[in-house]
């Protein structure tokens, strides 16, 4: 059977494609609106204007065979989104651009527009990121490859290089220490723990099995740790007990792909749920350790924020302080009533 | 069982759960961890020769603490009123722990009812199980506290899967509210998932009862008695779906003694 090219080669063919699959080229990328033209109509418009993980604008631009623009378009684009910079987000309120963020430029092309492709990595445009896709098909179904052409930081990079630069994770502001120390413990778990993902989203893997995940959302660094099926539990790294949870919980995965908890205790596999809460008990040991913080001093620090309370008590207890009351009056009424002649007793 | 507040009727569920599984079929014992303010056996109407104090001091073995109750549950006595069983040292809580070890190996079910707030000694005891079923009831103040225990909870990493119970509730589905609120909160703010496991209504012919007479045996066909025996099914389900962990309770509670 001959085959044609998986991916189709027209403007509006591969567009279908890539808008609803923005994701894949980076992770949280989010199409908001389409056709934006910065440059009068003489140079076609930007195909997709999409929202970051981070909360950024991010200007899509789709490479096809034979667009002779394409170079210019980019450069323009590129012009614009210097030019006008963070004012994009409150120029297109309906968007929810985080403020101040400033606007970036991608541009996706496929095997078609290779050589288009490499001559737009070597613009020397600062933030700009080239990407080629790769079509290729599993079990039927068709997917396709992200081959990143540039650094995130727009370095230039030879052909030769295309598929190996892993692009650097946008580390939130204040948040510098977390990632360090958090690279430094994996590195301690094992030197073959791995990251790899994207400026917004990273997996955590050893020896291909995925130990968990961190991602970025506006400021905050999240971490999930793989420890089964139904281990949904996402946390926020925030604090140093953050972090060391998060590690524990790494640790655990870790040793659990590298089959060593085989040895402490069941003598038949259990079933996913056990082995979840198996897992979160076995956690307390190593919580335990000297350098752990104790569990008076936790208590002492434990306080319930501002935001926590007034989530607590929605909207009727922010509107005022006889919520409480008026709650109690309520149930102490209803109990009267319930304790009436009338009912049996 | 746990909560944050006192007086959110944590052993009458705990003393009325139990006889509910005991009917279920289960092999049950209710162990009360109220360390100092203990008053399951009143609520079972017993007068145990040995307590939790006599077992901490060394005079009882574990076997000994066990007494039976008329109603079909074992019952571990706490020491009520006694003022140093509410300050327990590490010490004491490892003895607990050898001790609860040994009743989990006799029982299918224990439930340990374990005194209220944020004492390292309630931790530590609500750390040990599997499972925890927080009871609050469904004003902003017991659910704040509640909350807090919840938050207490996920922050030592070894959080057992809890589950939450709201009693005295005056209206059906007041308890559902209650508990979407406190999921919406644990889950935006600390990650934590809490499984709702029901409601139970406030009845003026249960408040009014005497002590002795859990309503499960003397009110069977009350609103009360109904749903404590539902909550005790779907606890049941929990146990079915999930399984036993394979370390032990001995060993979860040294681990975190040894945070002390």
Known sequence: ?????????????????????????????????????????????????ARDAAGAPVLVLLAVDGDALLIARTLAVADFAARVGEALAAAVPEARFCAGALPRVIVVGTEASRSSLEQVARLPIPGLQVCRLEPFRIAGSERFAVLWMTTAA????????????????????????????????????????????????????WNGSLLGELWSERDALFGRARLGAADPLRRELRT???????????????????????????PEPAPASERLAATRHAAAGRGATPAGESLRSMLATMRLSPEEYSALGGTALAAGEQTEAAVVADRAAAVDAARSPAKPA | MASGKGGTGKSFLASNLAIAVHRLGRRVCVVDCDFGLANAHLLFGVNPGYTMQHLLDGVATAEQVVSAT??????????????????LGPRHMQALARALHQIAAAHEVVLLDCGAGLAPQSLITVLAAPHAVVVTNPEIAALTDAYALVKCLVRQGACPEVHLVVNRVVQPGMGQQACERLQ????????????????????????????????????????????????ARAMLELEGDRGRPTS????????QIRRW
Do not use: N
């Open chain 1, 1 to 49: 059977m001959i085959r044609g090219p998986i991916l189709p080669q027209l403007r509006e063919g591969l567009w279908s494609i890539v808008s609803h699959r923005l994701t894949l080229v980076e992770h949280g990328l989010e199409l908001v609106m389409e056709g934006l033209d910065c440059s009068g109509g003489q140079l076609g418009v930007v195909d997709g204007l």
């Open chain 1, 154 to 205: 727009a370095g230039v990079v030879g052909a030769a290089q295309v598929t190996s630069p892993p692009r650097e994770f946008a580390v939130p502001a204040g948040r510098e220490a977390e990632w360090r120390h958090l690279r430094e413990q994996c590195q301690r778990i094992d030197p073959g723990v791995r990251f790899d993902g994207d400026r917004h989203w990273q997996r955590i893997t």
């Open chain 1, 240 to 266: 140093e007990t953050d972090l060391r949870q998060f590690t524990d919980r790494l640790l655990r995965a870790f040793s659990l792909a590298a089959g060593l908890e085989k040895t402490s205790a069941a």
């Open chain 2, 70 to 87: 008329p109603h079909g549950p074992s019952l571990v006595a706490g020491g009520s009123g006694i003022a140093a069983m509410a300050e």
């Open chain 2, 184 to 231: 919406t909160v644990s889950s935006r703010f600390v990650g934590c998932d809490i499984h709702y496991l029901g409601e139970v209504p406030e009845d003026p012919a249960v408040s009014f009862r005497r002590l002795g007479q859990p309503p499960l045996l003397s009110l069977p066909e009350c609103a009360t008695s109904r749903a404590v025996m539902g909550i």
């Open chain 2, 248 to 255: 032990s309770v001995e060993a979860r509670m040294m681990a």
